[in-house]
């Protein structure tokens, strides 16, 4: 090797490590960390009073036809998860802009909650109210039609304030109603996936870990942030639901999942500059692809039999695997690992 070639190569490993020097100083991992562990924490050890409070009210799934509890068991899961989020976010939020906390990016992630102030608040309320419509659906089991009507009015909403999906088409009517239509089927898909303990919200947290990653790698550190508050909450909870409940999510914390991930579907930028592959779109669908095709095919079944498709049944994919030998909680586990396999495939998506 000629003293050129070594003065060239030494220059090339200097300028690889500035450049991997600036991407770490400039990526916040300390408060994606924070993030997670705030809500993780704050959703695990606010949910025993959301139980209490669920006891008293009598806000509980009773035992009956296709449950396998004994007792009574509260829906104290989504209003834990819930608070996991907002309480947090809410803190860091102040935190930051009081200059409190000192992080690398915090300039970035202040200039992002100040340009976003509007889309974020009707996200938020948007959570509060998808929460609420599932609490009411569990304290009086509303019917189907004013259930979807509440849905729609939060679509719309979620719609007209924040990013749209336009799939390459420019007409904003498509844009408006490709996303309601997206919101609505993410949160229905969800809603019919809390059929085991644990499924849905390890799905979720398997969902939102995976486009918190996807965001953080494209820089958008709020929608990050976003991901990694909605994981750490959904984490919080699982120890009261799975494998044995003591909580579960209802239709409360079920709509609110699927709201989150619909929501964090639709806020990451998948074809950028950067990564001008058509292609890059489906990632939401690798990372969602268990709920969707659940919902998928029991709609189909559902409708082919001449049932209501929202009437609930026993032919999910995890009451599938269950008949064919595999444990509850194996099954389970099966399908968080398949979302995990097919999630990565939506990473690699990104990197093509």
Same mark, same amino acid.
């Given at each position: $090797?000629?003293?050129?070639?070594?003065?060239?190569?030494?220059?090339?490993?200097?300028?690889?490590?500035?450049?991997?020097?600036?991407?770490?100083?400039?990526?916040?991992?300390?408060?994606?960390?924070?993030?997670?562990?705030?809500?993780?924490?704050?959703?695990?050890?606010?949910?025993?009073?959301?139980?209490?409070?669920?006891?008293?009210?009598?806000?509980?799934?009773?035992?009956?036809?296709?449950?396998?509890?004994?007792?009574?068991?509260?829906?104290?899961?989504?209003?834990?998860?819930?608070?996991?989020?907002?309480?947090?976010?809410?803190?860091?939020?102040?935190?930051?802009?009081?200059?409190?906390?000192?992080?690398?990016?915090?300039?970035?992630?202040?200039?992002?909650?100040?340009?976003?102030?509007?889309?974020?608040?009707?996200?938020?309320?948007?959570?509060?109210?998808?929460?609420?419509?599932?609490?009411?659906?569990?304290?009086?089991?509303?019917?189907?039609?004013?259930?979807?009507?509440?849905?729609?009015?939060?679509?719309?909403?979620?719609?007209?304030?924040?990013?749209?999906?336009?799939?390459?088409?420019?007409?904003?009517?498509?844009?408006?109603?490709?996303?309601?239509?997206?919101?609505?089927?993410?949160?229905?898909?969800?809603?019919?996936?809390?059929?085991?303990?644990?499924?849905?919200?390890?799905?979720?947290?398997?969902?939102?870990?995976?486009?918190?990653?996807?965001?953080?790698?494209?820089?958008?550190?709020?929608?990050?942030?976003?991901?990694?508050?909605?994981?750490?909450?959904?984490?919080?909870?699982?120890?009261?639901?799975?494998?044995?409940?003591?909580?579960?999510?209802?239709?409360?914390?079920?709509?609110?999942?699927?709201?989150?991930?619909?929501? $964090?579907?639709?806020?990451?930028?998948?074809?950028?500059?950067?990564?001008?592959?058509?292609?890059?779109?489906?990632?939401?669908?690798?990372?969602?692809?268990?709920?969707?095709?659940?919902?998928?095919?029991?709609?189909?079944?559902?409708?082919?039999?001449?049932?209501?498709?929202?009437?609930?049944?026993?032919?999910?994919?995890?009451?599938?695997?269950?008949?064919?030998?595999?444990?509850?909680?194996?099954?389970?586990?099966?399908?968080?690992?398949?979302?995990?396999?097919?999630?990565?495939?939506?990473?690699?998506?990104?990197?093509?």
């Amino acid at each position: $090797m000629t003293l050129a070639s070594v003065i060239r190569a030494s220059s090339f490993f200097r300028h690889s490590d500035l450049v991997i020097s600036h991407f770490t100083m400039s990526f916040p991992f300390n408060f994606f960390i924070a993030a997670f562990l705030g809500a993780f924490a704050t959703s695990l050890l606010t949910l025993p009073l959301w139980r209490k409070w669920c006891l008293r009210t009598n806000l509980v799934d009773d035992p009956g036809h296709r449950k396998i509890h004994s007792s009574p068991i509260p829906l104290a899961g989504g209003f834990a998860v819930l608070t996991g989020i907002l309480l947090p976010l809410a803190v860091g939020a102040v935190l930051l802009k009081l200059g409190i906390v000192k992080i690398s990016s915090a300039g970035l992630i202040v200039h992002g909650i100040d340009r976003r102030a509007i889309e974020l608040a009707v996200l938020a309320l948007g959570a509060v109210a998808i929460t609420i419509l599932g609490w009411l659906d569990d304290k009086h089991e509303l019917k189907a039609l004013p259930k979807f009507i509440g849905q729609i009015l939060i679509a719309i909403a979620v719609a007209a304030a924040c990013k749209r999906i336009t799939l390459f088409v420019h007409s904003e009517v498509f844009s408006y109603a490709i996303t309601i239509l997206w919101l609505l089927t993410v949160i229905n898909a969800f809603n019919f996936m809390d059929n085991m303990n644990g499924l849905c919200a390890g799905l979720g947290a398997i969902g939102a870990f995976i486009f918190a990653l996807i965001a953080a790698a494209n820089g958008e550190y709020l929608v990050a942030i976003t991901g990694f508050l909605m994981c750490g909450a959904l984490v919080g909870f699982l120890p009261w639901n799975f494998p044995n409940a003591r909580a579960f999510l209802g239709d409360a914390g079920s709509h609110l999942v699927g709201y989150l991930l619909a929501v $964090m579907a639709i806020l990451p930028h998948f074809y950028t500059k950067q990564n001008p592959h058509p292609l890059a779109v489906l990632a939401p669908l690798l990372v969602l692809v268990i709920p969707l095709i659940d919902l998928a095919q029991v709609v189909l079944l559902r409708t082919l039999n001449r049932k209501p498709f929202w009437i609930g049944d026993v032919n999910h994919l995890s009451h599938r695997l269950a008949r064919s030998g595999f444990s509850r909680t194996k099954a389970v586990l099966i399908l968080w690992l398949i979302a995990t396999v097919v999630g990565l495939g939506a990473i690699a998506l990104q990197n093509l």
